[in-house]
């Protein structure tokens, strides 16, 4: 067994022992947890340099991770089921997303929210799995293990994107606030630092002599093997991209296998994991953006089969990771990167095998584990925003864009229509919390978080009872609902102040080149770029609502226009281009007076509706017709009016320009 040892370094109740119906109350399990495992098992063979990697006298690579689960303090009832997350970037965030709890600080402990997962029985484990989180209370991480070439640390070539949102001259050689791979050679001439207009720009060379890997102190610029320095600014929505050479390898891809063995602990049980000490009979696993990218790797290189031949997880769940993987298992792997052209653009991106036009390579996702028959149940979701960024299409699509692929039986893939990466709120805001980037307009406010409950719950009873889910939802070619950007930005053009993203500069997804060592995860930096895949998106209606995949109220029965794209504020810079992730909500005019007057040919809220007890009860109606269809659970029609409410209300309040310069509710005038 790869779990060589549970270490417990905190035991308490979970939310001051409060109860959560029939499941009772529950108890949180801190602690680190250590891997043992066989470099030359087959089931770990594909983890890049795991084989370089020093060992025991038994002949295996050791490893450590944070380890958190929340649980029954009873007896565990019933089929005795645990949901693990994978943290995004090392934050708990599955209890908050699915509970709809309030939006805290990183923390140890996430607040309970409405307490769904809870009633409905579930244990939730966190696993850390991402060697360059630095590990706190609150972020959970791993200690990989590192590689050796000959006893010696290994060299090679890295790369970091900067994607600043206002002037900075240093910046830290990492994604995000993350180790940094450091310089080797504060003078290394072949070094590079390129610059382009946009993602899919032409890359340019800035001289060497025009910037230095240093910092910026009270004390002046300071050599630093951790940060660049450039003198001249990197000015914001510009895309900078810095290449190096590096020393130390972490087995990035020990993480994955963390993933996959803490669901066999779990499956065996553990004396310290109390009421479930027996073990738990049914495993699912969850990843949200990052990590939802992380389990479609995992998919691919086969590894829910342990080094025993065991199946880890029942069913998975990769949450708007549209059809990425991503920076997992390479020699130098970042893993909280997403958008450089490398490993986690790669084909295959639909589940059964296909071959690719652009490299005439022949593969899918599900390739390996179907041939292992340790194939779990999943089910894709995607937000509106990850069709935009140029794949979310293609996990349905043929490459080719000729036509749609037929559904597989083990797999369901629901688009949330009209919705942004993360499940919107109100009040709008347009300062993203992820990367600090502006919008112009208001972010989307619709919450799909009723939909993704649904998800788990058919997903549980898929695989434990056998019930399977309602069909896959999502744009079609074969009945007109999966059409190009252009043909949906036509539609918004025509809305009043509108201003759309730059058709030559939407994002795409291309082929990539890696060089020689590739196969062997070792990349060449930065990558060659090939041919671009097709990008298909949902169409929309008159009114700019997208009319495919699943729609809560408010996209059904709209008081504004709900979209899966915003372009940057133009005080950030690039204000014709897209910004990552979020969407926008614009809501109507209040009566035909207000649209008059702005030119509005989307019908006014109260031409479209006798007044707000008419519309609550057409928004009951699609709730139920929801809950009908299986997309939905009773217990969250309410849930889902009351989000209907509640953004009638705004759009109603908002119909007229406040003193924050909004019109209509979610457009911006500059």
């Keep these: ?14 939310a001051g022992g409060a109860s959560f119906g029939d499941a009772g109350s529950y108890e949180q399990i801190d602690g680190v947890v250590a891997f043992a495992v066989d470099p030359g098992n087959d089931a770990n063979r594909l983890i890049v340099d795991l084989d370089k990697a020093p060992r025991d006298s038994a002949g295996r690579v050791r490893f450590e991770a944070d380890f958190s689960i929340v649980v029954p303090a009873g007896p565990v009832s019933g089929s005795g089921k645990v949901l693990v997350e994978l943290p995004n970037r090392g934050r708990r965030r599955v209890v908050n997303i699915v509970n709809r709890g309030p939006a805290e600080p990183d923390t140890r402990t996430p607040d309970p929210g409405d307490g769904f997962l809870f009633r409905h029985g579930f244990s939730i484990a966190s696993i850390g799995w991402q060697h360059d989180v630095y590990r706190d209370d609150a972020l959970m991480g791993l200690k990989a293990p590192v590689a050796l070439d000959d006893g010696a640390p290994i060299r090679g070539q890295t790369i970091t994107e900067i994607r600043p949102n206002h002037v900075e001259r240093t910046r830290l050689l990492a994604n995000r606030i993350h180790r940094p791979y450091p310089v080797v050679d504060l003078e290394e001439a072949g070094a590079q630092l390129t610059v382009r207009d946009y993602e899919d720009g032409e890359a340019r060379l800035i001289p060497r002599s025009a910037w230095r890997f240093a910092r910026e ?24 991209y810095v290449t190096y050479v590096t020393e130390g390898a972490p087995v990035v891809g020990a993480g994955l296998l963390a993933v996959r063995d803490i669901a066999l602990f779990l499956r065996d049980g553990h004396p310290a994991l109390g009421a479930a000490a027996d073990g738990f009979n049914w495993i699912y696993g969850f990843g949200v953006s990052q990590t939802g990218r992380m389990l479609r790797e995992f998919l691919y290189l086969g590894l829910n089969s342990g080094e025993d031949g065991r199946a880890a997880y029942d069913g998975l769940m990769p949450h708007v990771a549209g059809a990425r993987r991503g920076s997992f298992n390479h020699r130098f792997a970042q893993p909280s990167e997403q958008a450089i052209p490398g490993f986690g653009h790669r084909f295959p991106f639909a589940d059964d095998e296909l071959t690719d036009p652009n490299t005439a390579e022949t593969d899918g996702l599900l390739n390996r584990p179907r041939a292992q028959e340790t194939m779990p149940k999943v089910i894709y979701t995607n937000s509106s925003a990850e069709y935009w960024r140029g794949d979310g299409a293609l996990m349905h699509v043929d490459p080719s864009g000729a036509h749609d692929l037929p559904a597989p ?5 629901y688009h949330f229509a009209g919705t942004q990466h993360g499940a919107g709120k109100l009040p709008q805001a347009t300062v993203s919390g992820s990367d600090g980037s502006v919008a112009r307009y208001g ?38 609902t999966a059409v190009t950007r252009d043909a949906v930005l ?58 495919a995949g699943i729609r809560v109220p408010d996209v059904a029965v709209p008081v504004g226009t709900h979209a899966g794209w915003n372009v940057r504020a133009p005080e950030t810079g690039s204000p014709e281009q897209q910004i990552p992730m979020q969407g926008f909500t614009d809501f109507f005019s209040a009566g035909a007076d207000g649209r008059n007057a702005v030119g509005d040919p989307r019908p006014a809220i109260e031409e479209r509706y006798a007044d707000r007890d008419e519309y609550l009860r057409r928004a009951r109606g699609v709730a139920v017709d929801l809950v009908s269809s299986g997309y939905a659970l009773s217990e969250d029609i309410e849930l889902m009016v009351d989000n209907a409410a509640g953004r009638w209300d705004v759009a109603m309040a908002s119909a007229v320009s406040d003193e924050a310069g909004f019109v209509r509710g979610g457009m911006r005038t500059i």
Excluded: K
């Excluded at 779990?3 to 979970?14: K, S």
């Excluded at 890696?514 to 990349?523: D, H, K, M, R, S």
């Design 443 to 480: 972010f989307n406010v619709v919450d799909y978080s009723p939909l993704l409950r649904a998800v788990i719950v058919n997903l549980d009873r898929w695989v434990s009872d056998g019930v399977a889910p309602p069909s896959s939802r999502h744009p079609r070619i074969d009945d007109g």
């Design 490 to 547: 036509e539609v918004f053009d025509r809305l009043p102040g509108m201003i759309t993203p730059d058709r030559e500069r939407l994002w795409v997804i291309r082929a990539v080149d890696l060089g020689a060592g590739e196969p062997a995860g070792i990349g060449r930096w930065p990558a060659l770029e090939g041919d671009a895949y097709p990008c298909l998106v949902s169409a929309v209606d008159d009114d700019g609502n997208e009319v």
């Design 217 to 240: 102190t009270a004390d002046g610029v300071v050599p630093s093997n951790e940060h660049i320095y450039f003198e001249d600014g990197f000015q914001p929505g510009r895309y900078y």
């Design 409 to 413: 039986p083990e797999t369901r893939i």
């Design 1 to 14: 067994m790869p779990v060589i040892d549970f270490r417990v370094t905190g035991r308490e109740p979970y």
